[in-house]
């Protein structure tokens, strides 16, 4: 079976996936509570360790394999002047990541994290969704296959971004068709457009919404008349990720409403997902709290390409080593709390 009939038969309720392993949290927790500390002095850190060993099935969960996907892909309506930057800015910027030029690149290098930055069809914009669907079907199911096979067979976690010109304008489209929110609130100055294109940006999405609508019953269909291929991509590792039990950090706003477009599907399929950290852009505070989930840091960042991910996974491990490596109250003859 080819990967785009996986995608097909998951979305379709027909393939098995991974769940947290209830077991293996429980020995995690407990080890964290025999550990030469007060109970709980650690605080979120003893949340990631144990939430990393129910889905790595491991009562130590390895760090050694971390992998950062970074889908690149360039959108139609980059021309409505939605952006700070033009889009041929895409293509030299995946110029920058092979030649190591980029935050991802030294954040990478800082966290031992494999990088692999993935253009997709970059001679090819999606088309304007304001004036009609930014991809058809095969074309969709295309990134999204693209994005399944993307993701490496053993991975300890998985950093899942994007880079791509005029995509805050996309996300903010799907965000504001999934949850139903207020297109002037949620929309954000991407990479620092003026207040005058901010009108116009809030503008081009209000028209967007009003030819698609915004009640999706499908994840191809919601992805089809907004995503980009980067987006779609996002999607489809997501999927494999769960399929494998794979851990996921979502890197910042576009990652995190690309992802969202699977809560169509099932509403807790991101259960193996963290939000790496708070986008400084404001659909993406929307999005975590429907989501009822908390990201790992707020620095105010708004670069994308994962760097917030990669930050994050430093957060992770320094949950990993604690819970790895200190001693418990027996091993160092240290006298438990009275």
Known sequence: MN????????????????QFDKYYANLAKNRQNSLTKPKGSLGKLEKYAIWMAG?????????????????VGNHGVAKRNVSAYPSEVTKQMVKNFKTGGAAINQL???SNIKLSVIPINLEKPTKDFSEEKAMNLSETFSAMELGYNSVPKKCDLLILG?????????????SCAIFNASVKKWTGFGTGISERN????????????????KKFDSVIQILSCFGGREMAAIVGSVIAARVRGIPI????????????????FNKNILEHCLIS???AEPGHKGIILKLKKEPILDLNMRLGEASGGAVA??????????????????EAGVSKKN
């Open 313 to 330: 996974s430093l957060i992770i491990k320094a949950a990993l080593v604690t819970h790895n490596k200190m001693a418990t109250f027996s």
């Open 108 to 110: 990478c290098n800082l």
């Open 249 to 264: 950090l979502l890197d910042g706003f576009v990652s995190t409403a690309s992802a969202a477009t699977l809560t169509i």
């Open 162 to 174: 994007e880079m791509g010109i005029s995509n805050t304008t996309s996300a903010t489209a799907i």
């Open 277 to 279: 950290h708070l986008s």
């Open 3 to 18: 990967n785009e009939n996986i995608i097909r038969k998951f979305l379709n309720g027909q393939v098995q996936y991974k």
């Open 55 to 71: 889905w790595q099935k491991k009562e130590k969960p390895t760090m050694n394999n971390f992998q950062c996907l970074v889908f």
């Open 198 to 213: 901010l009108k116009n940006k809030i503008s081009v999405i209000k028209k967007g919404l009003k030819l698609h609508g």
